[in-house]
């Protein structure tokens, strides 16, 4: 006898569903709630599958910085696909991947010369260390170490979780980590200290390169920086050739008020790792761009000194087309004036609260504004889940770090939604 079928279920909400076969990223599934199911989403909102809208705070993880769904850039890649999806990136070069290697060329730093694909910050970052440890290995230096700050976040692949500082998630791993030494960031009281312990470690170990997140450490709950003691650090770097690295994932592409953070520095990056944002939040890809002396170091007659590293979707046309059209953007006077009027609306806003009682190193780089909300030590254990509920109850979607409260917006927000993020933030001021 046949079983009879199972009823289906016809009601359930897609939040229901989700549960049954998707294992959600950065999750502990026994301890978390539901999943958010968001059907729409244009400009700055998000819209969920009950119609209630929210507006996106934090630019869908710091990618969607002119928009959802934005016309520009979706005709494009609509345009695109009808003439070429996909090719083989070895042996084979298509236009979107030519015209975004020339875009990125006028934007990136002068000294940035040649640009490798992969898939996401991760990848990028895994490839900045590969290039810097393969650089001397080719040249035939004797050196193995790779030097990262503390609480630096560079992905989830096993280079880049090496180097990054936020060892209590990666714990698991450590016995297969690569070898990393760290220094403390710089801010500007330190300085001195962080080039004594570079020197010292100079001395003791045999330092490849040095990755680091320039000004702003996103996950490190957007931690900003001494310009002038990251550009000594990089020039000691420099005058010891050791490759740096600078991990440009979350900070690329207009955020800080510039088109990449190391516009605020003198010293130049050999390498420079670009994910996020660079497809405008609607595809995933990414590039590693780095200078010609590192170029060169690959450059041979002999096959193993080249960087044998691929990905099956390598520069793919329609990922290459939301770039290139993101980057039409970004240097857009429209866009330009955007990005100034949110930094002007952040700092009168910082301004205002900068006095409250409760608000705690209040600090602003571009559209980036962060503080930490200073509240007795008993209550961090869920105020963060409870924060976030604040926030998504106010229809603003912000996700607090621990205790730090910061706004990333898309350049395109209006004055209005950001009057409602700034509004909701006050009201956390008042109740927690
Ligand atoms: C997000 C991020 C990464 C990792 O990028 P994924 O695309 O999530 O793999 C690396 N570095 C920085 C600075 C980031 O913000």
Known sequence: MQEPEKPRRKHQSLSQRDQKHLWHPLTQHKLAGEMLAVVRAKAALLFDEDGKSYIDGISSWYTCIYGHCNEKITEKVAAQMQQL????????????????????????????????????GSTATEIGIKMALQYHHNLGNDRNVMLAFEEGFHGDTFGAMSVSGLSVYNGAFEDHF???????????????????????????????????????????????????????????????????????????????????????????????????????????????????????????DEISKGLFHGHTYTANPLACTAALAGIALLTSNEIQQDIARVMKAHQEFGKKIRQHPKVKNLRQLGVILAFELDVQMERYGDLRNQLFQHFMDSGVFLRPLGNTIYVLPPYVITDGQLTEIYNSIEKALENF
């Open 178 to 300: 690569i070898r990393v030494e760290r220094i403390p960031v710089p801010n500007g009281d330190n300085n001195e200290e962080v080039l004594q312990k570079l020197q010292e470690l100079i001395q003791t170990h045999k330092i490849a390169g040095f990755i680091y997140e320039p000004l702003v450490q996103g996950a490190a709950a957007m931690k900003m920086h001494d310009a002038q003691g990251l550009n000594e650090i990089l020039k000691l770097c420099r005058e010891n050739e050791i490759i740096t690295v600078a991990d440009e994932v979350m900070t690329g592409f207009g955020k800080t008020g510039k088109n990449f953070a190391s516009e605020y520095l003198e010293e130049q990056p050999d390498i420079i790792c670009m994910s996020k944002a660079l497809t405008a939040g609607l595809l995933p890809m990414a590039v590693t761009s780095c200078s010609r002396k590192i170029y060169d170091a690959f450059y041979s």
């Open 85 to 120: 999806d996909q090719i083989v990136f070895s042996g084979f070069t298509h236009e979107p991947a030519i015209r975004l290697s020339e875009a990125l060329m006028e934007i990136l730093p002068k000294n940035q010369d040649k640009l490798f694909f992969s898939d996401n």
